[in-house]
C-alpha cells in the first residue's frame, strides 16, 4: 500500500506542471500569432546609433546571452551547491537584467520581421522565431515554477534549461548569422 500511496503522491506533484506549462505555451502561442497576425510594422523603429536595426538587436542580445550564461552557471551553483546569498542576489539582478534587455530585442524582431514561417521563409529564421517565442514561454513557466512552493524537483531545472537553450539557439540564428554576414560593425 505505501508504493501505491507514493506513486500517486508523485503523480499528484506532477500534475502541478501542467498549468505551468500551459501557461507558457500559452505565451509562446499569443507571441507567435501576434507576430504573425498584428505585425511587421511599417514604421521604422530607431537604431539608437548603430547602422541597423539588426546590428542593434545582435549587440543587445549578445549582452543578454552573456548575462544568461551567468545565469546557467550561478543557477547550477545554487541548484547543487547551495550557493551563499550573493551569489543568490547577483542570480536574481542578472536574470532581472537578461529578461529587461531581451524586451527591446524580442519587439524588433517581431515588430519589424513578424514571425515568419512556411513557404518562401528560410529554416533559418523559421527556428528563429520558433526559438524567441519559445524563449519567453519557457520563462513564464520558469518564474511560475519558483512561486510554486510543491513544484516537482524536475520541472525548474528543465525550464531552466529550455529558457537557456532556446535563448542560445535564437541568439546563433540571428545575431551570430548577423555577424559572421555583416561583420561587427556598428
Not at 20 to 46: D, E, M, R, S
Request: charged letters at 10%.
Amino acid at each position: 500500500m505505501s508504493l501505491l500511496t507514493d506513486v500517486f503522491a508523485v503523480s499528484r506533484r506532477n500534475l502541478i506542471a501542467v498549468p505551468v506549462l500551459f501557461a507558457g505555451t500559452a505565451v509562446a502561442l499569443a507571441l507567435g500569432l501576434a507576430g504573425t497576425h498584428l505585425w511587421p510594422g511599417t514604421q521604422p523603429l530607431p537604431t539608437w546609433g548603430f547602422s541597423a536595426p539588426q546590428s542593434f538587436k545582435a549587440y543587445l542580445s549578445s549582452a543578454v546571452l552573456v548575462l544568461i550564461a551567468g545565469q546557467l552557471l550561478t543557477a547550477v551553483w545554487i541548484y547543487r551547491f547551495h550557493a551563499p546569498r550573493p551569489v543568490r542576489v547577483f542570480h536574481r539582478l542578472s536574470g532581472a537584467l537578461a529578461f529587461l534587455l531581451s524586451l527591446p530585442v524580442a519587439f524588433y524582431c517581431l515588430y519589424s520581421f513578424g514571425f515568419q514561417y512556411g513557404t518562401g521563409t528560410t529554416a533559418r529564421v523559421m527556428a528563429h522565431s520558433v526559438a524567441g517565442v519559445v524563449f519567453y514561454g519557457a520563462f513564464v513557466s520558469k518564474m511560475l515554477t519558483l512561486r510554486i512552493g510543491r513544484a516537482p524537483g524536475w520541472l525548474l531545472p528543465v525550464l531552466g534549461g529550455l529558457v537557456f537553450t532556446s535563448f542560445v539557439l535564437a541568439w546563433l540564428l540571428a545575431a551570430f548569422w548577423w555577424f559572421r554576414t555583416v561583420g561587427f560593425a556598428r
